[in-house]
């Protein structure tokens, strides 16, 4: 399960906010990834506000990319907005990145 946990951390990785520069995951918006059976995964995610112009297209592209994961079957994709998304949450990378 590890390895394929690796893999939609890497695809995630590939995704970019259209606003900001830097991938969504060291954005801080994934904020759960459940694998189980190694076929079914759970991802919990924000936005950077509830207005965010890729409300719909961000969350699809997220589960397109997991779906072509080898070996993953389906993928259940939350949009949370509890607790709300801030700078805090970035990577010491994306904070780098974007000189903060």
Request: proline share 7%.
């Amino acid at each position: 399960m590890h390895d394929i946990k690796e893999k939609i951390i890497k695809e995630i990785k590939k995704i970019y906010d259209p606003e900001i520069p830097v991938n969504i995951f060291e954005l801080g918006l994934i904020y759960k990834i459940d694998v189980f059976d190694n076929k079914k995964v759970l991802i919990e995610m924000t936005l950077t506000s509830p207005n965010c112009p890729v409300a719909e297209s961000l969350p699809n592209s997220v589960k397109k990319n997991i779906l072509n994961i080898d070996g993953v079957e389906d993928v259940e994709l939350k949009l949370v907005w509890d607790p709300p998304w801030t700078k805090e949450k970035m990577s010491e990378a994306a904070k780098l990145e974007l000189n903060l």
